[in-house]
């Protein structure tokens, strides 16, 4: 069974960088389409960044340019390097995988979708 595990996530100012850690195992992540979202209280999930097995990327609007997503194959880790941070940016920050490219998409999210990790807490103070 693929879990999902978080790290990276605490409080920074704003301009600052943080950079966003998802473990996968249990399978080979090179197979999936992953993806990071964030949530705030009260608002639905948004699909922020994703990732294609093959590599290609895509940002939602309000990251793009100061967000990058990556993976590392062999260490079965995607990456969220986060510049620029605003306090608009302040969210639980999740990782996602599927097998399937439909689930994992850009903006507000909802339906369902493979494997979640549990979250990192991201705070960005003014």
């Known amino acids: 069974q693929v879990r999902l595990v978080e790290s990276g996530g605490g409080s920074v100012q704003t301009g600052g960088s943080l950079r966003l850690s998802c473990t996968v195992s249990g399978s080979n992540s090179g197979t999936y389409y992953m993806g990071w979202f964030r949530q705030t209280p009260g608002k639905q999930r948004v699909g922020i960044a994703i990732i294609d097995p093959d590599g290609s990327t895509r940002y939602e609007d309000s990251v793009k340019g100061r967000f990058t997503i990556s993976k590392d194959n062999a260490k079965n880790t995607l990456y969220l390097q986060m510049n620029s941070l605003k306090p608009e940016d302040t969210a639980t920050y999740y990782c996602?995988?599927?097998?399937?490219?439909?689930?994992?998409?850009?903006?507000?999210?909802?339906?369902?979708?493979?494997?979640w990790g549990r979250g990192t807490l991201v705070t960005v103070s003014s």
């Open positions: 996602a995988a599927d097998r399937r490219p439909s689930p994992v998409y850009l903006g507000v999210w909802s339906g369902y979708l493979e494997v």
